[in-house]
């Protein structure tokens, strides 16, 4: 069982930064890939990011790759996303989610993700 907890979301100007972290509880964080997931109101989930268990792998949306990173500490039990360059459309509440992996590398579907925070709101305003 895995807990996670979105945090660094907020209000942010066109062109601005944010920095979302996701805390894992428990001592197998390192067992699981990590991803990134949004959602806008009146859209479906979408995927953003994700990391393999060692961080040595990085998939991303063709919509953020160049302005997004994601990065994780595995020491400290977290995944980071940094974006930057936000835009408008970026606008939707994020959510962080853990794969157990299964022998497989990192997913972009979320069906793949066993576990989920509760998200973060992330607001670009134009």
């Known amino acids: 069982q895995v807990q996670l907890v979105e945090s660094g979301g907020g209000l942010v100007q066109a062109g601005g930064s944010l920095r979302l972290s996701c805390a894992a509880s428990g001592r197998t964080f390192s067992s699981y890939h990590m991803g990134w997931f949004r959602q806008a109101p009146g859209q479906e989930r979408e995927f953003v990011a994700t990391t393999s268990w060692s961080g040595y792998s990085t998939y991303y949306a063709d919509s953020v790759k160049g302005r997004f990173t994601i990065s994780r500490d595995n020491a400290k039990n977290t995944v980071y996303l940094q974006m930057n360059s936000l835009k408008p459309e970026d606008t939707a509440v994020y959510y962080c989610?853990?794969?157990?992996?299964?022998?497989?590398?990192?997913?972009?579907?979320?069906?793949?993700?066993?576990?989920w925070g509760q998200g973060t709101q992330v607001t670009v305003s134009s």
């Open positions: 989610a853990a794969d157990r992996m299964d022998g497989r590398g990192p997913q972009r579907e979320r069906a793949a993700y066993d576990y």
